[in-house]
């Protein structure tokens, strides 16, 4: 028996800039493919969508295509924590700036610095 094509298409990764970006649509549609850890805790995200947001990261995986894994040791739980919420959250309700309560500035500065993800939040 022959199938049918389906004319249901995937969406296509949004080009990210900054957190601010919706990758929802993209993110519910494929599969996770890479694990980010501190050694303690860790979450699981798409390395497509990761490696638009943090240029070193996109380096780690350039130079290793076979990674699976990333583990950032300096970054404590609420950072890691943070990390998820901010790729895969509402940024809008997430990023209230009238009540956002940074638990750990030290671990979001390291993001932002050693780790490259963006500084521009519009």
């Not at 699976?68 to 790729?87: Q, W």
């Not at 940074?102 to 050693?114: A, I, N, Y």
Request: glycine share 4%.
């Amino acid at each position: 028996m022959e199938r049918i094509a389906s004319s249901c298409k995937l969406p296509d990764l949004p080009k990210i800039r900054s957190f601010c970006d919706n990758v929802n649509d993209y993110a519910i549609s494929y599969k996770t493919n890479l694990t980010i850890s501190n050694g303690t805790m860790f979450f699981e995200c798409h390395r497509e969508i990761v490696t638009q947001l943090s240029s070193v990261i996109a380096n780690i995986l350039e130079g290793d295509p076979e990674c699976t894994e990333i583990c950032l040791r300096d970054i404590s739980n609420d950072g890691l924590i943070t990390l998820e919420r901010l790729i895969y959250d509402d940024f809008e309700k997430f990023w209230d700036l009238e009540n956002v309560q940074m638990k750990d500035p030290d671990s979001m500065f390291l993001l932002l610095t050693k780790y490259g993800f963006p500084i521009d939040f519009d």
